[in-house]
């Protein structure tokens, strides 16, 4: 009996033991420092046909070492910069966090505004106004430093005034971005007074405005310079060299390979400046890179820059990795990498090649719509206006005439569907109101605060053109594929072919730091 006792207490010690070590290396376990990294519009097909020209430092790295989901996408539709920052921010939908795009329609001045336009805070080293104001969840970075009860340091950098801002969120303790007129690294009086020392001296020394004049862009080295992924039988290399002057330097500047050494070489100051990463207390640092055509080209027209802008940004990434693990060592980073998600449409004329196709006129389709209405209700402008796909009708009016909202739209929706070139029309109220798991992506990139009472669904291979703004977006149904990638911080090494979102990134990294997911993400961890 004495024996099976002493047994008994040495098994409890044991596990008690076990349990207090296994809650020691848990602790140790979260990193002092997370990187989060979007690459806009960064593809898998051209992140692979590219990978001979890389380092053994950057993309092959993570691929290699880093636990890969090789096929992700975004829970909704449609996507652009700003929406999926702030989804991979927010880990939730439009639908939850406001931002459906780069800009939306005011429904009281019937404007386009920009998503993170907001006059109450002017610009530091730029003359634009910017705030998270209208992203309306917290934010990962929102929630470490309410974790952190504001000890964590928490930074956002990007070349785009909406990545910066979005990426950041509402407790950032800063946010910068490279302004468009004046090539300096600016922010906002929303995070800062006055901007801090270190960032005004590296305005006086490294900014882009200070290299702009000496600055060419060709290719990375003689390997990349004379192999071409796009090139077939019989064409001949494109060589390209390029020179940024003229009002539009710094904007051609940010959609080229070049910039993302621009992001670099600002982030590594930051850190070094702010101490990131150095303490017990996670820091959590956005960054955006950019992977998408020159001057908003198309493939066809700048194939041998988009090829050097990939074998650059390899480099930038592996020029960063490799700083932040010699300074702060590989277990103490966490780094996630995603795209946003979309790629700027292609321009070709499909007539040429027989290729079904069509434009969708949205000022006509209003002006018949307005008859159509006319002749059942009496005359009137029930159509108050219309923006991409959406169209806005006169609540005023229909309330006057005593017309339901759920009459009007549903009378539009059957008489728009009938016209040549429409796919699908969706109410307002169909959308808030879905139960059809084969619309849920364009319900969750709905918001009725943001977006029209009917929204428009066009053929592949459509475009749509709103004649009074000459804007147009060709519609396409395809997949842009792209992965997220996570390295560091003991990740281990997986490759993962099952379908995942980026809205499950938020709840991943607040798991792996011992936070609370954002207030909106209802998204399960990735692991």
């Not at 004329?349 to 209003?366: C, D, K, Q, V, W």
């Not at 281990?492 to 207030?519: F, G, K, L």
Request: hydrophobic share 35%.
């Amino acid at each position: 009996m004495t024996n099976k006792k002493y047994l008994y207490i040495t098994l409890l010690s044991l596990l008690g033991m076990s349990a207090e070590t296994v809650a020691q290396q848990s602790a140790k376990s979260a990193p002092r420092l997370v990187v989060s990294i979007a690459i806009d519009q960064l593809r898998s097909d051209y992140l692979d046909a590219f990978s001979p020209l890389y380092t053994n430092y950057g993309f092959r790295l993570l691929m290699s070492e880093g636990l890969v989901y090789a096929n992700a996408s975004f829970p909704f539709i449609p996507v652009d910069r700003s929406s999926a920052l702030a989804t991979i921010a927010t880990g939730t939908t439009p639908y939850y966090n406001s931002i459906v795009g780069n800009r939306w329609v005011n429904r009281e001045t019937l404007r386009p505004v920009f998503c993170i336009d907001d006059q109450r805070y002017t610009g530091l080293f730029t003359a634009e106004t910017a705030s998270p104001e209208q992203l309306s969840t917290s934010t990962l970075g929102d929630e470490l430093a309410m974790a952190s009860q504001g000890k964590a340091l928490i930074f956002s950098i990007a070349p785009f005034r909406d990545a910066a801002v979005l990426s950041g969120g509402h407790a950032a303790n800063g946010a910068l971005w490279i302004d468009d007129v004046s090539g300096n690294w600016c922010s906002s009086t929303y995070y800062f007074k006055t901007l801090p020392p270190w960032v005004s001296t590296y305005n006086g020394r490294f900014a882009p405005n200070q290299k702009i004049n000496n600055l060419t862009w060709e290719p990375f080295n003689d390997v990349v310079g004379s192999y071409n992924y796009f090139m077939q039988a019989g064409q001949q290399q494109k060589p390209f060299k390029h020179k940024f002057s003229g009002d539009q330097r710094y904007r051609k500047l940010k959609t080229s390979g070049m910039v993302n050494a621009e992001v670099t070489d600002f982030a590594r100051r930051c850190i070094e400046s702010t101490g990131m990463g150095f303490d017990a207390v996670t820091d959590l640092l956005s960054l955006t890179y950019y992977a998408g055509t020159y001057d908003q080209l198309s493939v066809t027209d700048c194939q041998m820059e988009l090829q050097d802008t990939y074998v650059r940004l390899d480099y930038e990434i592996g020029r960063l990795m490799t700083f932040l693990e010699q300074r702060i060592g590989r277990d103490n980073v966490l780094f996630v990498i995603t795209s946003t998600g979309y790629c700027n449409n292609e321009t070709e004329n499909l007539e040429t090649y027989h290729i079904p196709t069509g434009t969708f006129y949205m000022s006509r389709m209003a002006n018949l719509l307005n008859m159509y209405f006319g002749a059942i209700w009496g005359q009137g402008k029930y159509v108050e206006g219309t923006f991409r796909n959406q169209v806005f009708l006169n609540h005023q009016l229909l309330e006057t005439r005593k017309i339901s909202i759920s009459d009007a739209t549903s009378r539009a929706q059957e008489f728009v569907a009938l016209m040549s070139g429409v796919r699908n029309v969706y109410t307002s109220l169909q959308l808030l109101t879905n139960q059809n798991e084969q619309i849920q992506r364009i319900c969750n990139g709905f918001n009725p605060q943001h977006c029209g009472d009917l929204v428009l669904e066009v053929a592949p291979g459509w475009q749509i053109l709103n004649e009074d703004s000459q804007e147009h977006e060709f519609s396409r149904a395809s997949f842009t594929p792209f992965p997220i990638i996570i390295y560091g911080a003991g990740t281990r090494a997986e490759r993962i072919t099952t379908p995942v979102t980026t809205d499950r990134i938020a709840p991943t990294v607040a798991r792996s730091i011992r936070i609370r997911a954002p207030n909106a993400c209802s998204s399960e961890p990735l692991f």
